[in-house]
């Protein structure tokens, strides 16, 4: 696809190296060999990202949830049904300008991040279907998250052609690969996984330091555009939206709260990687500017805001009344209620 074609709307949105007083993105010059460094860190990155994914998954369990596919279809509805949907909702009532709102819409469609995983122990939620489920919208979202975008684009005057499908699907397709590559190293050398993991969070964290200072370097005259109030609170609002709503649903739904709790981080956790790769990649610098940054912010009211939640459910669970309970113990052949041995 001819990226001229595909942001021609958007260029004579912004004239080149103008930025408006509204705060409109202008467009960002940055070096070539840059540009590339950075585009290639950021796939490593993601390679990295879903090949440790895919070291976590056991086919065994794959199976086993898709032999019972509730969990999972309530999870999958609420990822790319709420997220989205909550973007476009947050786009379009704050008013946010062409770029900006692409961004936001590519941010809500995107699939459950691997941080839900980490998020979903401290809850004490259901790990094999976080996993799973983790795995199976990262599978979905080559369908559903072009579909998506072609549809809540239709929503904003002159985005229609703004979204550019193929390099979007393109970057889905290579981050099954490695995801693929995980679960089949898992499967026939598992003995292998504990190194892969170890191996990946240190290269990743090294990484991902290394391609932020480098991005800050590009933008670093820009970078207040990405700190506007409507992008802020887009940011806040996106991730507490989702674990809201995704807890919600699933109480609705009748699931057990082990599994809420799980949704619930599933829903609001995104694939930051993935998000960043698109933008990084998917744009050319002059367009994007620095929203290609916007993960970030996500990201950290993401984290914050799980962290937040992980507190009060601990909080809450230190500080509950015991309930009264009525199990009953098998102490040598003989049925005793707990009630009975609390009066003993």
């Known amino acids: 696809m001819n990226v001229t074609e595909v942001y021609k709307g958007i260029d004579n949105i912004y004239p080149e190296g103008n930025i408006s007083g509204n705060g409109s993105m202008g467009f960002l010059k940055t070096s070539t060999p840059l540009n590339m460094t950075i585009n290639i860190i950021t796939v490593v990155i993601l390679f990295i990202t879903m090949i440790s994914l895919g070291c976590k998954m056991e086919i065994s369990k794959i199976r086993m949830h898709f032999l019972k596919p509730k969990g999972v279809?309530?999870?999958?509805?609420?990822?790319?049904?709420?997220?989205?949907?909550?973007?476009?909702?947050?786009?379009?009532?704050?008013?946010?300008?062409?770029?900006?709102?692409?961004?936001?819409?590519?941010?809500?469609?995107?699939?459950?991040?691997?941080?839900?995983?980490?998020?979903?122990?401290?809850?004490?939620?259901?790990?094999n279907l976080s996993i799973v489920m983790t795995t199976c919208s990262s599978i979905a979202a080559l369908g559903l998250m072009p579909l998506l975008l072609l549809i809540y684009c239709q929503g904003f005057t002159g985005l229609e052609n703004a979204v550019p499908y193929i390099s979007i699907i393109t970057a889905l397709i290579y981050t099954l690969v490695p995801c693929a590559i995980g679960i089949a190293i898992n499967h026939y050398k598992p003995n292998y996984t504990p190194f892969i993991l170890k191996a990946g969070l240190s290269i990743l964290i090294i990484s991902t330091v290394f391609v932020f200072a480098l991005s800050a370097v590009v933008v670093k005259d820009t970078l207040w555009m990405i700190l506007m109030p409507d992008v802020v609170a887009v940011a806040a609002l996106m991730p507490l939206i989702g674990f809201m709503l995704g807890y919600i649903m699933s109480i609705i739904c009748r699931l057990s709260p082990q599994?809420?709790?799980?949704?619930?981080?599933?829903?609001?956790?995104?694939?930051?990687?993935?998000?960043?790769?698109?933008?990084?990649?998917?744009?050319?610098?002059?367009?994007?500017?620095?929203?290609?940054?916007?993960?970030?912010?996500?990201?950290?009211?993401?984290?914050?805001?799980?962290?937040?939640?992980?507190?009060?459910?601990?909080?809450?669970?230190?500080?509950?009344?015991?309930?009264?309970?009525?199990?009953?113990?098998?102490?040598?052949?003989?049925?005793?209620?707990?009630?009975?041995?609390?009066?003993?």
Do not use: W
Not at 77 to 84: C, D, E, T, V, W
């Open 73 to 127: 279809g309530i999870a999958l509805l609420a990822q790319f049904g709420i997220m989205p949907l909550t973007a476009f909702g947050l786009a379009k009532g704050l008013q946010m300008e062409p770029m900006k709102t692409v961004t936001v819409l590519i941010c809500g469609c995107c699939p459950g991040g691997s941080l839900s995983n980490i998020f979903s122990l401290a809850m004490k939620g259901d790990m």
């Open 259 to 344: 599994c809420s709790r799980t949704i619930a981080m599933e829903t609001g956790c995104q694939n930051i990687q993935l998000c960043f790769a698109i933008l990084k990649v998917a744009f050319s610098p002059h367009v994007i500017g620095p929203m290609f940054l916007f993960p970030l912010i996500y990201i950290t009211f993401q984290c914050a805001e799980a962290l937040f939640l992980t507190l009060c459910f601990r909080c809450y669970q230190t500080f509950k009344p015991p309930a009264e309970e009525t199990r009953i113990f098998h102490v040598v052949g003989v049925d005793i209620k707990l009630e009975e041995v609390k009066q003993l």
